[in-house]
């Protein structure tokens, strides 16, 4: 089954809905396309859902499970990444972002594999400025009005719209724990 399928029947299971709004399967392309491991996922929603009396769950927006799903995220990150060569991830997403901004890039190689993530993030969203800057104002106006929907979760806004400018220019993301 697939990663949305499957995370699809999950939630209308625990809503007690029929059908998924087009924010909420906006919402799980999302978190396919930006590597959301699909147990991690599931556990955010469903702790998200626990938190509220069952008659208001079918009337929740699915994204606003984002935060309890970015909390699990960092765990399970710290939990699997043993083993991980996160040095040479780290170097080889590194030269992605010089090749993308068109500048060499000084930084000290990081301590830790933490380190290495927040340098990685902060390319990334100098990135998305680049790319936000070269847009149009009628193609900014786009993309906020396609995303509207998500503006009461003001991260999860721009982490739609950076990855809908990286999706449009074929850019991975930047992150250590995405191929």
Do not use: C
Not at 128 to 153: G, I, N, T, V, Y
Request: aromatic share 14%; hydrophobic share 40%; glycine share 4%.
């Amino acid at each position: 089954m697939s990663y949305y399928r499957e995370l699809k029947d999950f939630i209308l299971q625990i809503k007690g809905d029929f059908f998924l709004s087009p924010r909420d399967r906006w919402f799980l392309k999302f978190l396919e396309e930006e590597g959301y491991p699909l147990e991690v996922v599931k556990e955010g929603i469903k702790r998200f859902f626990l938190f509220h009396p069952p008659n208001r769950a079918s009337k929740l927006p699915l994204f606003m499970s984002f935060e309890q799903i970015q909390k699990l995220k960092r765990f399970y990150i710290k939990k699997t990444s043993q083993g991980l060569d996160w040095k040479e991830r780290f170097l080889k997403k590194l030269r992605l972002a010089e090749e993308i901004l068109g500048r060499k890039i000084q930084v000290k190689m990081p301590e830790d594999m933490q380190s290495a993530e927040e340098i990685l993030q902060s390319l990334s969203s100098e990135i998305a400025k680049k790319l936000w800057d070269e847009l149009s104002r009628e193609q900014k106006a786009s993309l906020m009005k396609k995303f509207a929907s998500f503006k009461q979760d003001q991260e999860l806004f721009k982490a739609m719209i950076k990855r809908e400018l990286f999706k449009e220019k074929g850019i991975k993301s930047l992150s250590l724990f995405v191929d």
